[in-house]
């Protein structure tokens, strides 16, 4: 990606996220908040570490970090490519197809995830 499109205003006052292998850098993300509402952004990982967790933990690390940060809504700009991966981590797609630096991203937001137990149906546990 060319430099001018990588770096902008933003990374001043984002928080970064960096996964490493003991010596390297092998992902990223940042989380950047406004108005109560933090977009994530600047994901990715090597290749090479692709399909082995941690993308999901860089995810689940900034979104646990946006919760923090009292984040009302949590969203993202995802590669339509690879939007399976941020469905399976409970973004919803919203919104058409746009192109951003010559990609196809649609916009997804996060909904937390249901909880097991219901209101009234919790079960009591002798111990």
Aim: charge should be positive; include cysteine.
């Amino acid at each position: 990606m060319p430099r001018e499109v990588e770096l902008d205003p933003d990374d001043d006052r984002a928080i970064h996220f960096l996964a490493m292998d003991c010596v390297r850098a092998i992902g990223t993300a940042r989380v950047v908040l406004r108005r109560h509402a933090a977009k994530i952004g600047r994901m990715a990982v090597l290749k090479r570490w692709r399909r082995k967790g941690v993308g999901a933990k860089l995810l689940t690390r900034a979104i646990a970090h946006a919760r923090e940060m009292k984040a009302r809504k949590i969203y993202l700009h995802a590669q339509v490519a690879v939007s399976g991966f941020y469905q399976r981590m409970n973004f919803h797609a919203c919104g058409p197809v746009f192109d951003e630096a010559g990609i196809a991203h649609r916009k997804m937001i996060w909904r937390q995830p249901p909880t097991n137990v219901r209101r009234g149906n919790a079960k009591k546990v002798k111990v």
